[in-house]
């Protein structure tokens, strides 16, 4: 009883007054009709009515005919159903604004059990309610990042290594959540093996160093299908800056990845193919700054391309050759117009000059803006040089045409020569016979000298022929150039008694490889053109002397001597020149010509030294060896 | 009086075949071996009725004596060219010479040239 008294002092006394008065939230009692008996401050002030003059009111005194409606709605059902309820209602403030309240009412019993009216404690949530409103918003747009993103979201607590991880953390990873709880380990343990040890030290190296987390790596899913993955995290830190906990997401960057890598490739194949071009690739911007440029150019100006990149035309070329072509690639950024040019290039380390073929262009962003100006130069030097040849060639070929032609003219003057001495001694002899006339023998005599000539001429020309084509063949045989010498001269003497001629020549036999019969024709051509082509009352000297591993046979005659400008031609058949002066001295050419030909087959040399006035001085050389063939 | 003809040519034979022919016809030949001898007979003998020159000779060719002749002599001497070479008729041109023949040639062709041109 004593309790029972105590409890009820407390229900009715000072306690529970203070209690109803003192709370934040609004308390009232209403009878079986919804009379209010109890209003508490906290109602009185939100609803802007004293205590005394709700008292005894009902709803309607306090609200619009709307909410009041609802509110004893609510009253109702409590009271019919007689079990406690929470609603949520909204109402007009005195001070007219709309607020969102929790209420809690329930039956209000008497002692008798008989149902007396009900109470309410009505709680003010509109805070609450925009605060969830809010979060609602928040979440949403999170979901919405996280999904448009493909990324999951994963949260680790350091110190009980919990982690959580958002649905799409198992999507990524390619993870079913029904299998596999988030865990440290489980996350690792989906990682390309190659990465994981990597993966794991950039979260350590970031929680170490306060970092924002950034990380990309590959995972593997069951089916060997491999994903990359990029994660960023944040860390958070105890007072003692201890990590405790680390939030963050990873993204599915597989497809940037594949397009960074066809890029690479795509790069990679384009610098293969510039590189391997032997042609020299260079870009600038419009700064005159290499931007580019390929192994060959490297190569070519033996410069590193790193120590080229980035620097201007005057840094990497003498100042002249920078002015130069600074001048020439502002021209193209200013015009927007591509050039050719041939220009020769110093290479300053090589000490060549090359002659290159660069073709120039600007180089023009995606709105036509000239960004810089590229170039591919092209050695020519090459090309260039046996474009000469073949021009040098054909202007030998086409000399040699008109040679021939001038070789036909002479070989036709020089057989007409003793063919008009034999017609005209052949017509004399006839004129005398014809009118009874005596003829004298020594009219006949002298054709023996046009026909000799004729015959020796036709040789001349079968012989420059068959030397042309290569179809002499030397009898060799080891002989003694001391007699050879000696022999061909007293043939000479017999021949030409009253002229002056000497010889000189070693005393004993010196033996010679060579085809004996040759270069008697040889040394006979030499001393008929001596005894021939000069004044029948000058000397003529035959002189044989043994060198070291040659012989020398010179023919000396004190003639009128052959003009400089003669001489250089005079053993060539086939190219006298046009010169009338050469054409003139011919009768000496045909044989000469021969004479080369079959020196030169004997490995020797043949040459003329000569001084107008002075006379002419031929000579040839043979090796005394045979040279190996 | 005969007629009198200044042969220069280089070829004994030719030279000596020419003369005995046209000293058949009755001219007065007088041989030189080249432009030089030429020259010198002419100072010595004076100018024939008509000179008949070869053109390559050693020493003094044809060319040449042509140019002194012109030079030294302002006469009216015609000069026969007889030449083997095949552009005879260029060569006469390049001299100034009155007729040309090339060689080789028939007596009779000759002396048709020889009596076209020759001083009378």
Not at chain 1, 62 to 78: G, I, P, Q
Not at chain 1, 232 to 255: A, E, F, N, S
Not at chain 1, 547 to 560: A, L, Y
Request: hydrophobic content about 40%.
């Amino acid at each position: 009883m004593n309790r029972l008294s105590a409890e009820d002092s407390l229900w009715n006394g000072q306690t529970l007054r203070a209690l109803i008065n003192g709370t934040t939230d609004a308390i009232y009692v209403k009878d079986l009709c919804g009379r209010y008996t109890l209003f508490n401050a906290v109602a009185s002030q939100v609803t802007g009515r004293a205590v005394q003059d709700v008292l005894g009111k009902d709803d309607t005194f306090l609200f619009s005919a709307d909410e009041a409606k609802a509110v004893m709605e609510a009253d109702r059902r409590v009271m019919t159903e007689g079990v406690t309820k929470t609603f949520e209602e909204t109402i007009t403030t005195a001070h007219g604004e709309v607020r969102h309240y929790l209420s809690t009412k329930g039956p209000l019993f008497s002692e008798k059990g008989e149902m007396i009216g009900l109470f309410g404690i009505t709680r003010d949530i509109t805070e609450r309610k925009w605060m969830e409103a809010s979060l609602k918003k928040v979440n949403e747009r999170l979901v919405m990042a996280q999904e448009s993103a493909r990324a999951g979201v994963w949260d680790w607590d350091i110190l009980t290594g919990k982690v959580e991880w958002s649905p799409q953390m198992y999507e990524l990873f390619g993870l079913d959540p029904r299998k596999v709880s988030p865990t440290f380990s489980a996350w690792k343990a989906a990682l390309h093996p190659d990465d994981a040890a990597q993966a794991d030290l950039r979260i350590e190296e970031a929680l170490k160093n306060k970092q924002m987390l950034s990380s990309e790596y590959r995972v593997v899913f069951s089916s060997g299908q491999i994903r990359w993955i990029y994660a960023t995290g944040h860390g958070y830190y105890d007072d003692k800056g201890l990590p405790i906990r680390m939030l963050g997401i990873c993204q599915d960057i597989t497809q940037k990845k594949i397009a960074e890598e066809k890029l690479r490739e795509n790069e990679a194949l384009l610098t293969n193919i510039i590189d391997s071009t032997p042609s020299s690739i260079f870009a600038f911007d419009c700064n005159h700054r290499f931007v580019l440029i390929n192994q060959a150019m490297a190569d070519f100006y033996e410069m590193p391309k790193d120590q080229v990149l980035g620097k201007t035309l005057h840094d990497v070329f003498p100042r002249e050759v920078a002015d130069r072509l600074y001048a020439a690639n502002q021209k193209i950024i200013e015009n927007g117009e591509s050039l050719l040019i041939e220009e020769d290039v110093p290479n300053k380390r090589m000490g060549i000059v090359r002659t290159m073929m660069t073709v120039k262009f600007p180089l023009k962003d995606a709105r036509g803006k000239v960004i810089g100006l590229g170039g591919v130069a092209t050695d020519i030097t090459e090309r260039k040089r046996l474009e000469s040849k073949l021009l040098e060639a054909k202007e030998v070929a086409e000399a040699a045409s008109r040679s021939r032609a001038t070789f036909l003219d002479i070989a036709a003057h020089e057989l007409r020569t003793p063919v008009t001495a034999i017609s005209l001694l052949l017509q004399a002899v006839r004129r005398r016979i014809e009118k009874g006339h005596a003829v004298d023998i020594s009219v006949l005599t002298r054709l023996y000298e046009p026909v000799d000539r004729l015959a020796r001429l036709v040789v001349d020309l079968l012989d420059i022929s068959r030397l042309e084509r290569g179809l002499i063949d030397l009898q060799w045989s080891p002989t003694d150039v001391v007699a050879l010498a000696s022999n061909c001269f007293s043939e000479f003497q017999l021949q030409a008694p009253l002229r002056q001629m000497s010889f000189k020549g070693p005393s004993e036999a010196v033996r010679v490889e060579l085809d004996p019969v040759r270069i008697n024709q040889v040394l006979s051509n030499l001393l008929d053109n001596a005894i021939r082509y000069t004044p029948g009352d000058t000397p003529i000297e035959l002189y044989l002397e043994q060198r070291p591993d040659s012989v020398r046979f010179s023919v000396v005659d004190h003639g009128p001597g052959i003009p400089r400008e003669q001489l250089g031609s005079l053993f060539q058949a086939f190219s006298r020149g046009k010169s009338e002066a050469t054409i003139r001295s011919s009768g000496l050419g045909l044989g000469l010509s021969v004479c080369r030909g079959i020196v030169e087959l004997h490995g020797g040399t043949i040459g003329v030294s000569s001084e107008v006035g002075q006379g002419s001085t031929f000579y040839f050389d043979l090796p005394i060896r045979r040279a190996s063939v | 009086m005969n007629k009198s003809i200044l042969l220069v040519e280089d070829d004994q034979n030719i030279s000596f075949a020419i003369s005995l022919l046209l000293q058949e016809e009755g001219y007065s030949v007088y041989q030189a071996e080249n432009g030089i001898a030429a020259l010198d007979h002419l100072k010595k003998h004076g100018t024939p009725h008509l000179i008949l020159l070869d053109m390559i000779m050693p020493g003094m060719d044809g060319w040449q004596f042509a140019k002194e002749f012109t030079k030294l002599y302002d006469s009216q001497v015609p000069i026969l060219v007889m030449s083997a070479a095949g552009d005879v008729e260029q060569r006469a041109k390049d001299i100034g010479a009155n007729g040309w023949i090339g060689k080789p040639f028939a007596l009779d062709d000759l002396l048709a040239q020889i009596r076209k041109h020759e001083l009378s």
